[in-house]
Nanobody
Framework: QVQLVESGGGLVQPGGSLKLSCTAS????????LAWFRQAPGKEREFVAA????????YYPNSVRGRFTISRDNADNMLYLEMNSLKIEDTAVYYC??????????????????WGQGTQVTVSS
């Protein structure tokens, strides 16, 4: 199994940028495909981005494509989410998640096996 811990959340103004990090430990990092999900109060968990085990394939929904970038550093067991041109609608708790590499690109949160505790991102003026 793998343990995941997110960091980097905070308050940012509309149009601003923020970079989230997720640190993994406890297992072989390269065995897993990784993803970011988010959940706002009163709403269901939403897919944000995914990346396969070697970082060559990336997946985004239309809501963030062109603004967010997912990346990973397998040498340091790190996952990142760079967020640019942030909107008020991006406000949510952001979670990193891991799944067996065979399920790379999955957008269904119920399929992911491991989760971090979440980090709050608030976009407000």
């Amino acid at each position: 199994q793998v343990q995941l811990v997110e960091s980097g959340g905070g308050l940012v103004q509309p149009g601003g940028s923020l970079k989230l990090s997720c640190t993994a430990s406890g297992s072989t990092f390269t065995s897993y495909a990784l993803a970011w999900f988010r959940q706002a109060p009163g709403k269901e968990r939403e897919f944000v981005a995914a990346i396969n085990e070697n970082g060559l394939n990336r997946y985004y929904p239309n809501s963030v494509r062109g603004r967010f970038t997912i990346s990973r550093d397998n040498a340091d067991n790190m996952l990142y989410l760079e967020m640019n041109s942030l909107k008020i609608e991006d406000t949510a708790v952001y979670y990193c998640a891991a799944i067996d590499s065979e399920y790379s690109g999955s957008t269904e949160w119920t399929q992911y096996d491991y989760w971090g505790q979440g980090t709050q991102v608030t976009v407000s003026s």
